[in-house]
């Protein structure tokens, strides 16, 4: 309601906004011949005018306030219907009302305007000194249409001002966005650099093991904090932004790629073991980048979550279709119920002991297959163990490329990763 002098004036102008308003009045006048009519907003406690056309010097301009207690627009409020009186003083219902004998007018008129979402702004009225002939359909009819067409632009106006609103808000919530990623890419990572610089300057120069140890462990901690802001980066970057973004390329030798994130994770955790069956032997159209991080993150969760002492495996091919890459772990299995949740952002198996990272790792995958027009799945039982699988599409010129170009020969080193199924 527009109770309170700011709510008041806000209808005022909202009526001042609407252009038609004054010709309506006037064409309420010379079609009706009374003299007086005004756009009201009324409340349960305020009468007060917002556009008037004023022929009898009423003395009531826009602002202008009646007692509700004397006026008919206050009942028909109560009522939300019409009220029409051709002669008020023979009226045998108006003839004592409070109104009628305080303005002294014989004619009048007062018309609902109720909002779309079912409000009550005021109403549509006139009102005369003489009695006039009021009681014909189309004089009804066309108070009620001008009331509807001047509820129908409030509305309009209404539902301009939301989106404006909305439009500022998501402009703040641009800006903001814009501020927290900065705040990750940049005011976060620039320390933890000059940490990860430091221990590892003091790891070269000390003598002592156990200072030397305690370095190490500096450094193996910033590259997990590192690790952590990359993956709460790419989540801000994939919920605000959008969707993640990836730049596809023609990659002609994934093989390369995808062990040099096996060597990565092998240099970093010394005591693990992985199988690598990695033999792509055509192009593949992909952001090599965001590829690596998929294999890179599906072989920490298999690292991280798998039985102890026994192998990882991840294999990568291309068959007639799709490109596809597989890591697969022993363990306790995901819970049937719960294997649905598994790429939902910040969501982490209830079975499994560790606790480490956000549980962004494995919605991040899915988020860059997506970007790829891929898909990825996972299977999970105690007899299987868990497997999880990316299919990325081959394009059709990536198809042609296959039939009419040999594979090239693998080099050593790949040649003994793929086909001795290398334990590294």
């Not at 003091?202 to 952590?228: C, F, G, Q, Y």
Request: glycine content about 8%.
């Amino acid at each position: 309601m527009f109770e309170n002098p700011e709510e008041i004036a806000r209808a005022i102008d909202a009526i001042g906004r609407i252009d038609a308003v004054p010709t309506i009045l006037a064409v309420l006048c010379d079609t009706t011949g009374m003299r007086f009519s005004v756009v009201a907003h009324v409340t349960d406690t305020t009468w007060t005018a917002c556009a008037v056309q004023d022929d009898i010097h009423f003395g009531v301009g826009p602002g202008g306030q009646l007692d509700v207690g004397s006026t008919l627009c206050f009942e028909a409020r109560a009522s939300r219907a019409p009220i029409l009186i051709e002669h008020a003083s023979v009226d045998p219902r108006y003839h004592a009302h409070p109104a009628v004998k305080r303005y002294a007018f014989e004619s009048h008129v007062s018309v609902p305007i109720i909002l779309g979402d079912g409000r009550y702004f005021g109403s549509l009225c006139a009102v005369d000194p003489s009695p006039v002939k009021l009681k014909e359909p189309r004089i009804l009819s066309m108070f009620n249409r001008f009331a509807a067409l001047i509820a129908s632009q409030l509305d309009s106006q209404a539902r301009h001002e939301r989106e404006h609103s909305a439009l500022l808000d998501e402009r703040t919530v641009g800006e903001l966005r814009e501020q927290f990623i900065a705040i990750l890419g940049h005011d976060l990572r620039n320390p933890l650099q000059a940490v990860y610089a430091g221990s590892d300057l003091l790891e070269r120069k000390l003598t002592d093991p156990r200072l030397m140890a305690v370095a190490s462990r500096i450094k193996t901690n910033v590259r997990r904090m590192s690790s952590l802001i990359d993956d709460v980066l790419d989540f801000a970057r994939g919920r605000l932004g959008g969707g993640l973004g990836v730049e596809l390329t023609e990659v002609d030798n994934l093989n390369t790629g995808l062990l040099t994130v096996v060597q990565e994770l092998i240099d970093a955790q010394p005591d693990c073991k992985i199988i690598a069956k990695i033999d792509v032997d055509r192009p593949v159209q992909c952001d090599l980048g965001r590829l690596q991080q998929v294999a890179s993150n599906l072989l920490a969760n298999a690292l991280t979550h798998g039985l102890a002492d026994t192998p990882v495996t991840i294999t990568a091919s291309a068959d007639e279709h799709d490109f596809v890459l597989a890591v697969w772990n022993a363990g306790q299995p995901i819970p049937p119920e719960s294997i649905h949740k598994i790429f939902e952002p910040f969501w982490r198996c209830s079975v499994s002991a560790s606790r480490n990272g956000l549980g962004l790792g494995l919605h991040i995958c899915s988020q860059i297959v997506r970007a790829h027009q891929g898909t990825i799945s996972v299977t999970s039982s105690k007899e299987g163990g868990t497997q999880f699988t990316v299919r990325l599409p081959l394009g059709t010129s990536q198809k042609m490329l296959a039939s009419v170009v040999p594979s090239a020969p693998k080099d050593q080193h790949q040649r003994q990763a793929i086909a001795g199924a290398a334990m590294i």
